[in-house]
């Protein structure tokens, strides 16, 4: 196995069709310009780039076909490498870093592109794509009903019920997740919130409101990254990816994803996020203890409180304790998302994968501004996405 | 009740004998399904002897949540669209579902004991289209 380093990260600011911030760019505008800066962050040139790992989105570009690394080729320059599509529905950009990761872990190649965008389509995201009894997730619409948020909203329920977790705890979640993203140049939202400004938000799905689950957004986000003997050519100070874990749904998972499951012995959820966060700590030989920040796929304010307890950053039930102590800060013991998140960015679907690898760098160089991470060393990444996909990344310095 | 009655999607529940959920058990492991599969699932189980089960009676709200808001197709809804709450439910026959409530979510509390029901989720041509509910015992 060769050492595999980031050596240069780029974003484009999200943002929604007809904003300002993405107008009526396309996805491949989006990408192109994460992508010239990476480049030009890592001293770089395209046609130094060997191979091309890009997030497949089922909502924009690609053909339609989830081809979406060969529209950026296209775009580019075709200079006839490799490229490879990965589809994990918002796990993509994840499952992307990964494969990147492990072709230049394995040798195979020297110098990678990791890319991720979308253009989203406006309101809650069809979850299924399909008009077909036989697809799970056609049945669960058809028949029942329930759009994304109202998956996140049962587990907060249950979580409200198991720990006595109050709506105002879950609020006081947005409210740090938005001061982070003050001063945050790729964020979309850049303006701080107060909790009675979130409580007064509409609910999306009872107990969850607007303010407290991530819209969709447009934007995109690249890494160049290449073997640590390689790396030496170009910088003094890389970023190293300590592991990169994918891993699916187990069994035993105590969510239905579809209709329905064997009633479970025990509350094992997101046994996906956890295996592959799992892995990670595992293959990287470093703890939960040692994570210095962590990015997690904060859909809503519920899994910045149920995530570091299922992965052991923190005790079980501390969570709300944690946040209202202001340790889920950046300047905190256990910072979440101090990017901002997801609920601060807007969910570009297929990007996220990606964004948290961008924000990871910038951290852990200690270009992150007025929401670094005071002496960040070691960086913790995670995505989920339908279909009972998670990746996880470790990087530090 | 003179409204003509149709399943949103066939094949999936009856109301003959009783509202139930058309699924199956492995004879080998035990783990329930619904729908039915064509084998078993588990990855711990080393046969695949899957029997028609139909699953009725009541269970227990697990969690629950609400849709504020009008889920996007493929779902179908009579407007104006009116929220709705789903339950996550632990039926006593050993199968944790998911379906619509009936009732508010001011009705709904973690613990309660529901019933499996058939009920309306939408209407078009002259037609009610059900699917399976619960409803407060």
Redesign the interface.
């Known amino acids: 196995m060769q050492e595999v380093v980031v050596l240069g990260v780029g974003m484009h600011r999200f943002g929604k069709t007809g904003d300002a911030i993405v107008g009526n760019k396309s996805v491949t505008e989006l990408c192109r310009a994460a992508v010239d800066m990476a480049l030009k962050d890592a001293g770089v040139s395209w046609r130094q780039i060997e191979a091309v790992s890009a997030a497949s989105s089922r909502f924009s570009g690609g053909k339609g076909w989830g081809l979406n690394g060969n529209d950026i080729v296209e775009d580019m320059g075709s200079t006839g490498i490799p490229v490879y599509n990965l589809s994990a529905g918002c796990a993509a950009g994840g499952n992307a870093f990964n494969v990147g990761y492990s072709l230049v872990a394995g040798g195979i190649h020297d110098m990678v592109l990791v890319v991720g965008g979308e253009v989203m389509p406006k309101g809650m995201i069809q979850t299924s794509g399909l008009d077909d009894v036989n697809d799970p997730e056609f049945l669960r619409q058809a028949c029942v009903g329930m759009p994304g948020p109202t998956f996140w909203s049962t587990l907060a329920r249950r979580r409200m019920y198991d720990y006595g977790t109050t709506e105002e705890q879950m609020a006081k979640v947005t409210v740090k997740a938005r001061q982070c993203a003050v001063g945050n140049p790729y964020a979309r939202f850049q303006k701080a919130v107060t909790v009675e400004e979130v409580l007064a938000s509409p609910y999306v799905s009872d107990p969850l409101r607007l303010f407290e689950i991530c819209p969709v957004s447009n934007g995109a986000a690249a890494a160049i990254i290449c073997s640590a003997a390689m790396a030496r050519r170009f910088t003094r100070k890389p970023i190293t990816v300590a592991t990169s874990t994918v891993a699916t749904i187990s069994f035993d998972d105590a969510l239905p994803r579809s209709l329905a499951g064997p009633v479970p012995a025990g509350s094992s959820f997101h046994t996906e996020a956890k295996s592959a966060v799992m892995r990670a700590f595992e293959r990287s030989g470093i703890g939960p203890r040692e994570i210095s920040f962590t990015e997690l796929q904060d859909n809503t304010c519920y899994y910045e409180l149920a995530f570091p307890e299922e992965w052991g950053l923190c005790d079980e039930g501390e969570a709300e304790r944690l946040v209202e102590a202001g340790d889920t800060a950046p300047t905190g013991r256990m910072p979440i998302n101090p990017s901002g998140g997801f609920v601060s960015f807007g969910e570009a679907t297929t990007a996220m994968g990606v964004f948290q690898i961008a924000e990871l760098t910038w951290q852990l160089r200690g270009e992150a501004g007025a929401r670094q991470v005071p002496n960040a060393r070691v960086g913790l990444a995670q995505t989920n996405g339908l279909g009972g996909n998670a990746t996880a990344a470790i990087l530090k310095r | 009740m003179s409204e003509l009655r149709e399943p ?2 066939p094949g ?1 529940f009856s109301e003959e004998n009783g509202p139930s ?1 058309l ?1 199956a058990r492995c004879r080998c492991c035990g ?5 039915a599969p064509a084998h078993c ?4 189980c080393a046969g695949s002897d899957l029997e028609p089960h139909a699953f009725s009676g009541g269970g227990v709200l ?8 009008a ?7 009579d407007a104006p669209f009116k ?2 709450v ?1 339950g ?1 439910v ?2 006593d026959q ?7 409530m009936i009732g508010t ?1 001011d009705d709904m509390r ?2 309660a004991r529901v019933d499996l029901v058939i009920d309306p ?1 939408y209407h078009r041509d002259g037609k009610a289209f059900t ?2 509910k619960f409803r407060l015992a």
Do not use: E, M
């Open positions: 949103c999607v999936l959920l699924g783990t329930p399904y619904f729908p699932r588990s990855p711990d697990w969690s629950y949540s609400v849709a504020n808001f889920p996007p197709p493929p779902h179908k809804f929220p709705y789903i996550v632990d039926l050993g199968l944790r579902v998911v379906g619509q979510a973690v613990g989720i699917s399976w």
